[in-house]
């Protein structure tokens, strides 16, 4: 029997988002799915203990600071780390990342990260709290990285790595990206701490060949089996009573004939286990024209569609290499609607124009058309952000030529959330306009008067049953007024918060600074 004296402790930190993070609340609900992948590979390999802090979703009895963070001496004085890895996947939580990698090397904890920012950016990372850097899929890395350090062997002859070698950073040569995902355990959920998940991540898909300018994920869509989705599911269902999941691939229906098969296998599961779930997917808007595929999607119990609209302007679209027009998304939109989808739209707003590109537009009537789409396509939810420039995105290479990026030396990383303006946009907007127009398109969907109207839902239900024929019909056409009505007051909540927040941040004197130093 294995010495649990000797066994080690690998602590993998999800770090918190900036506290004025629109989206942060959201977080609390569900986890991050890659970091918790590489933490099970590691909890694989003998002599290792593995625990996952998600600084998002840590709740009581987890030790806290000062200002409510977890507090990382405590949990090092509970269970000290011997390796710490870190999630570089979102440049808004970089600066806490480093904040809190910086605690772990002062007390002699080996400190990895990876993420698309710090894969992006090896060098801000390695100079500021971490001794490697995982470029990729982490899972196998981290392995051979562990074993290696343990046998004092040299980090130079293992794939995807960066580091300071004589205080110059050091890639390896680039790791193959994964093709045979059975060679992965299953993410193991019990590694999470003080966290309580609601909407359970999965994934079938890794990569997307759509190369969009604005977007870091590239490369070849991968895909594994439906079975091993299915058993994904199967493991959070019938051991952590999950009912509610997200399959986080970037475009659920790629590989067609195998989406067909999963979501028999997936609506075969349920009726077997008589258990329903709630299924959110991301999938691409011209979806919509495949029938059959719309129709196993709902008898799976697929309800939500997060669609990555983009913008109701054809210009816009075009300059984001997207091929669909306006009016043929409002077309679209209403096909999945019919179909009794519920639609989450997201937008970029004031997406810049390509060099030699002519087009202008007020802030004012941009609103209105973004306005406009989201009534004629009837959507549930949205979610407008202003455009992003990412480390290692064409958008941000093309920005950077052109002089176009806001200086980072005022506006950190903790910006970048697409919440506030980051880049010199087209004329006649301005930074401040696009930032004025994006709060005041989330507060026009997101009003005062979602409250009251959940309340005239819930007292009207019995009348909306009458006649009591058609029932599930005039369920869902209630429950959908209901439930949108619900997430809106969530909604307008957090807008209220967030603004606040923005109030007493440093952001509009950190933007004029930016833009007088230019």
């Known amino acids: 029997m294995e010495n649990l004296a000797k066994r080690r402790v690998f602590r993998m930190v999800i770090p918190k988002y900036p506290a004025f993070n629109i989206y942060s609340r959201i977080a609390r609900q569900t986890t991050a799915l890659g970091p918790l992948c590489v933490a099970t590979s590691v909890s694989k390999m ?27 001496a405590a949990l090092q004085e509970m269970r000290p780390a011997d390796a710490a890895g870190f999630y570089g996947g979102l440049s808004c939580t970089i600066p806490r990342l480093l904040t809190v990698a910086s605690f772990y090397i002062k007390a002699g904890v080996f400190t990895l990260g990876g993420g698309q920012h710090l894969e992006a950016l090896p060098e801000e990372a390695l100079r500021g709290g971490l001794d490697v850097v995982a470029n990729g899929e982490g899972e196998l890395t981290v392995g051979e990285l562990l074993e290696a350090r343990d046998a004092k062997r040299s980090l130079e002859g293992i794939a995807g790595l960066t580091f300071l070698k004589d205080g110059v950073p050091f890639s390896t040569e680039p790791r193959k990206p994964l093709e045979d995902f059975e060679l992965l355990p299953l993410p193991d959920f019990g590694l999470l701490r003080f966290a309580r998940v609601n909407v359970f991540p999965v994934s079938r898909i890794r990569g997307c060949g759509m190369n969009c300018e604005f977007c870091a994920v590239k490369g070849r869509a991968r895909c594994a089996t ?18 509610e999941f997200f399959i986080v ?69 075009r300059a984001m290499g997207k091929s669909l027009r306006a009016a043929d998304m409002v077309r679209l939109a209403r096909t999945y609607r019919q179909h009794g989808f519920l639609l989450h739209g997201m937008f970029i707003f004031g997406y810049p124009m390509r060099p030699g590109v002519e087009f202008r537009m007020s802030g004012r009537e941009r609103v209105k058309r973004f306005r406009r789409f989201f009534r004629e396509a009837r959507l549930d939810t949205v979610q407008v952000l202003l455009p992003v420039p990412l480390p290692g995105t064409a958008l941000r290479a093309r920005l950077e030529r052109e002089g176009r990026l806001l200086t980072s030396n005022e506006i950190g990383w903790e910006y970048y959330d697409g919440n506030f303006p980051l880049i010199v946009p087209d004329q006649p907007l301005t930074p401040e306009v696009l930032h004025q127009s994006t709060l005041a398109l989330m507060g026009g969907f997101y009003h005062f008067w979602r409250m009251f109207w959940v309340v005239v839902h819930t007292l009207r239900f019995p009348l909306a049953m009458l006649p009591l024929l058609n029932l599930r019909t005039r369920w869902s056409k209630w429950y959908r007024s209901w439930r949108n009505d619900v997430v809106g007051s969530g909604g307008y909540l957090m807008l209220r918060k967030w603004r606040k927040a923005l109030r007493e941040s440093q952001f509009r004197e950190k933007l004029t600074k930016s833009r007088t130093g230019m």
């Open 46 to 72: 003998p002599g290792w203990d593995v625990e996952v802090i998600d600084e998002n979703n840590y709740r009581f009895p987890g030790p806290v600071d000062e200002q409510g963070n977890p507090d990382h």
């Open 249 to 317: 691939d970037d475009q659920f229906a790629q590989d067609r004939s195998e989406t067909l098969r999963f979501c028999q296998m997936l609506r075969d599961y349920q009726k077997r286990m008589r258990l329903r779930f709630f299924v959110t997917v991301q999938v691409r808007l011209d979806c919509a024209r495949d029938e059959e595929l719309l129709t196993s999607m709902r008898a799976c119990g697929i309800q939500c569609l997060a669609i990555g609209i983009e913008s109701p302007i054809d210009e816009e679209l």
């Open 226 to 243: 439906p079975e091993r989705l299915i058993a994904q599911i199967s493991y959070l269902a019938e051991g952590f009573r999950a009912r």
